[in-house]
């Protein structure tokens, strides 16, 4: 089994920053990417940014300006620092991960159960 599991969350007033780490554990052989998602309330989950295995990153429009992506191969973590957050940053932030098992033949994505992250004054 392989899980993800953020944190870093929380309430941040605009033009503050954040920094989000997610960490895979469990029977992990190679991972290929890992990013974040954010669903905002009523809208439809979207890419934050993601970053693969040879360090290549991208980011959605709305907040490369503003973020920096990056990841600990060792410990099989990926952080997603942001700053200049305003109001529409509001969202539950996912970790996901392209991931093959040890023994196993397939990558298969997993999902993080999110934290939620607040712009608020």
């Known amino acids: 089994q392989v899980q993800l599991v953020e944190s870093g969350g929380g309430l941040v007033q605009p033009g503050g920053s954040l920094r989000l780490s997610c960490a895979a554990s469990?029977?992990?052989?190679?991972?290929?990417?890992m990013g974040w998602y954010r669903q905002a309330p009523e809208k439809q989950r979207e890419l934050v940014a993601t970053?693969?295995?040879?360090?290549?990153?991208t980011y959605a429009d709305s907040v490369k300006e503003r973020s920096t992506i990056s990841r600990d191969s060792a410990e099989n973590t990926v952080y997603l620092q942001m700053n200049s957050l305003k109001p529409e940053d509001t969202a539950v932030y996912y970790c996901?991960?392209?991931?093959?098992?040890?023994?196993?033949?397939?990558?298969?994505?997993?999902w993080g159960k999110g934290t939620l992250v607040t712009v608020s004054s």
């Open positions: 996901n991960a392209l991931i093959k098992q040890s023994g196993g033949v397939a990558f298969m994505m997993y």
């Open positions: 469990g029977n992990i052989g190679a991972i290929v990417v």
């Open positions: 970053i693969t295995n040879r360090d290549i990153t």
